[in-house]
């Protein structure tokens, strides 16, 4: 089994709060990702991370942010939630040449009232 | 990196063989071709990957023409546990692409039943 954990693992809560995703992998990988998903739709990549202090934007547009100043750990930030923001938040990894297979963290579901 | 198109949906019994076939015209020499399942509520989980001819483990099968423009992942007596999405995803497993990523499709969504 991968390791590769994501916290908290549901969230609820109020427009306007900021709040941080947690992920964290122990297998030393160098590229990381966030993916969001609505129940029943397609994962799109909001932003992935190839190496420490490295991100970029995936193809979804996010008002989120992250940060890599670790290489097992890529926490996501929303500064301001709103509930345009309610979905399921997975994290990923992979090697650094090998990003076709990626390991995925069980998700974060977030809810924004 | 290449797209691919696959069937919105499929749906079987248990204990048939289930082939799903993805397309993908313009896969460039250096891509591989990589399936992940994904059940609800739970991040998608790699199932096979592959360059050309066939690939089996103890999940699968995978079987890809001589051309690469297509793919077939083939399940052998699928269960009521198969029942997933299932992506057909293609790209450079090479060298130098430590910036690239994958795009996810919106994948095959498997119904098995009783």
């Known amino acids: 089994e991968a390791d590769i954990y994501q916290t908290p693992r549901y969230l609820v809560i109020g427009t306007g709060k900021k709040i941080t995703l947690e992920c964290s992998q122990t297998?030393?990988?160098?590229?990381m990702y966030w993916y969001q998903q609505d129940p029943g739709m397609e994962l799109h990549l909001i932003h992935y991370s190839y190496g420490v202090n490295s991100t970029e934007k995936g193809d979804l547009s996010s008002e989120s942010t992250v940060s890599r100043i670790r290489t097992e750990h890529f926490p996501l930030t929303l500064e301001s939630a709103r509930p345009s923001h309610t979905s399921q938040y997975l994290c990923?990894?992979?090697?650094?040449?090998?990003?076709?297979?990626?390991?995925f963290g069980p998700g974060t579901r977030l809810t924004v009232l | 990196l290449a797209k691919t198109t696959q069937p919105i949906s499929m749906d079987s019994y248990e204990g048939q063989e289930v082939n799903i076939t993805c397309s993908h015209n313009n896969i460039a020499t250096n891509d591989y071709i990589t399936w992940y399942q994904q059940f609800p509520s739970q991040g998608p989980r790699f199932i096979i990957q592959g360059y050309k001819t066939k690939v089996t483990n103890e999940v699968a099968s995978l079987f890809i023409p001589a051309d690469r423009k297509s793919s077939t992942l083939s399940l052998p007596r699928v269960s009521l546990s198969d029942t997933a999405v299932y992506y057909c995803l293609v790209g450079d497993s090479g060298m130098d692409t430590g910036r690239r990523a994958l795009t996810f499709g919106s994948g095959t969504r498997l119904q098995v039943q009783p």
């Open positions: 297998m030393g990988h160098d590229k």
């Open positions: 990923a990894s992979s090697e650094y040449k090998h990003y076709n297979e990626q390991f």
